[in-house]
């Protein structure tokens, strides 16, 4: 064999065995709790719920979207979504609101949920904003309350982030599904899997 093309893959090897024994350490600090000083951000786990880890549930009604990886169930959906929707909200402002409250389903909220406040993308914000300018809060419409949905959502108390910081919640369901059955399928692989990956990590490296 070319001694160039085995020293490629032996190295590319090394690469993936790597990355298998560091991806389940972080898969086995996960299951230890206790996270509040240890916070690992490539593991999904609920700090609004004491830093519980997130299962599946079958039986979400609304945020259904999460069933699969949830931080939530559905009693506590029952009791987070009984609050007063602004009146005079159309079906699009009521699906927007919908989407917001789900926040506390989502596997991902320990990148944006903080010291118990919420960072919402800047694009969601918009979004919502639009969809709700002409739903009534105080007896005001919210498009004359505020000018953007910047402005809407900060007077929420919500922090405004970028997109792009990947630290804001947001409404899209190939991030929040994709990643959350990733995460799932590789803290998934069973204990004999691991020590045959790590005997052969050792051997290699």
Request: net charge negative.
């Amino acid at each position: 064999m070319n001694t160039k093309k085995y020293n490629m893959q032996s190295l590319t090897l090394r690469i993936f065995l790597t990355q298998l024994v560091i991806i389940q350490s972080t898969c086995a600090l996960s299951d230890m709790g206790d996270m509040d000083n240890t916070a690992i951000e490539d593991v999904a786990y609920c700090p609004y719920f004491d830093n519980r880890l997130p299962e599946s549930r079958d039986d979400l009604v609304n945020c259904s979207w999460y069933g699969n990886f949830s931080c939530c169930t559905q009693n506590e959906i029952d009791v987070l979504f009984a609050i007063t929707v602004p009146t005079d909200s159309n079906g699009e402002c009521r699906t927007w609101l919908n989407y917001l409250m789900c926040w506390v389903c989502s596997p991902r909220q320990h990148l944006f949920f903080k010291h118990y406040t919420i960072a919402v993308c800047d694009d969601f914000c918009h979004n919502m904003y639009n969809a709700c300018r002409s739903a009534v809060l105080d007896e005001v419409a919210i498009g004359e309350l505020n000018s953007d949905g910047i402005e809407f959502c900060r007077d929420r108390k919500f922090e405004v982030l970028p997109r792009e910081s990947g630290r804001c919640f947001t409404f899209d369901p190939a991030l929040e599904l994709d990643s959350s059955a990733s995460i799932r399928m590789i803290c998934s692989i069973s204990p004999f899997s691991i020590s045959v990956l790590y005997a052969i990590y050792i051997y290699v490296v």
